[in-house]
């Protein structure tokens, strides 16, 4: 099993910075690729950004592409979800994601393992 706790959620201003941490535990860190996923509101569950095990690569949604930057610290068991330029449009619930497998995809259902989720609140 792969447990995930996510922290650094709160409350920001428009243009302001906010930095998502994802602390892994329950099973090697190696091997598994990261994602973060956000839920609004009324609203499906929607891709934020993926980093493969290495760290060598990484996806992210147009939405958040220049803004956002996803990260990993193998040696802390720690992924990060760098958020820059916030907009309220950003406001959701942000969920830590992680799966074994091969490759990144934006696709919820192929991560097997969610977070509890960490409240992100952009005004204007």
């Known amino acids: 099993q792969v447990q995930l706790v996510e922290s650094g959620g709160g409350l920001v201003q428009a243009g302001g910075s906010l930095r998502l941490s994802c602390a892994v535990s329950?099973?090697?860190?190696?091997?598994?690729?990261m994602g973060w996923f956000r839920q609004a509101p009324g609203k499906e569950r929607e891709f934020v950004a993926a980093?493969?095990?290495?760290?060598?690569?990484?996806l992210y949604a147009d939405s958040v592409k220049g803004r956002f930057t996803i990260s990993r610290d193998n040696a802390k068991n720690t992924v990060y979800l760098q958020m820059n330029s916030l907009k309220p449009e950003d406001t959701a619930v942000y969920f830590c994601?992680?799966?074994?497998?091969?490759?990144?995809?934006?696709?919820?259902?192929?991560?097997?393992?969610w977070g509890q989720g960490t409240q992100v609140t952009v005004s204007s």
């Open positions: 994601t992680a799966r074994y497998g091969l490759g990144l995809t934006s696709q919820p259902s192929v991560y097997g393992y």
């Open positions: 980093i493969r095990w290495s760290g060598g690569s990484t």
């Open positions: 329950g099973r090697t860190f190696s091997g598994l690729h």
